[in-house]
């Protein structure tokens, strides 16, 4: 369970129901497919990403901050992919 990191998950991004699958095929989260971010994510700060039902998908790093993706292009990239839950499903083949 990720209710263990306490303080180290405080920022934390919600993607749209139609960017999830994109995020947990290792793509980047584009203005688009935000749906909310916390409140004072500064640009470079590593975030948990949820769907908007609150369920973990997981963790990126902020590429802009939150005043900046409220004016940024909705093609613009706003959180850069670190890693997801469907990361053990693509690679099980090559784990040993």
């Not at 975030?47 to 908007?52: A, E, F, K, L």
Request: overall charge negative.
């Amino acid at each position: 369970s990720l209710s263990g990191a306490g303080p180290l998950l405080q920022y934390k991004v919600w993607v749209k129901p139609g960017s999830e699958q994109s995020f947990l095929y290792g793509n980047h989260v584009l203005k688009s497919g935000l749906g909310r971010i916390t409140e004072n994510t500064a640009q470079y700060q590593g975030v948990v990403v949820y769907s908007m039902a609150d369920v973990p998908l997981g963790f990126g790093v902020a590429a802009k901050s939150t005043q900046e993706c409220r004016k940024v292009d909705p093609m613009a990239i706003v959180v850069f992919h670190q890693a997801d839950v469907g990361e053990y499903v693509r690679s099980e083949d090559t784990l040993t």
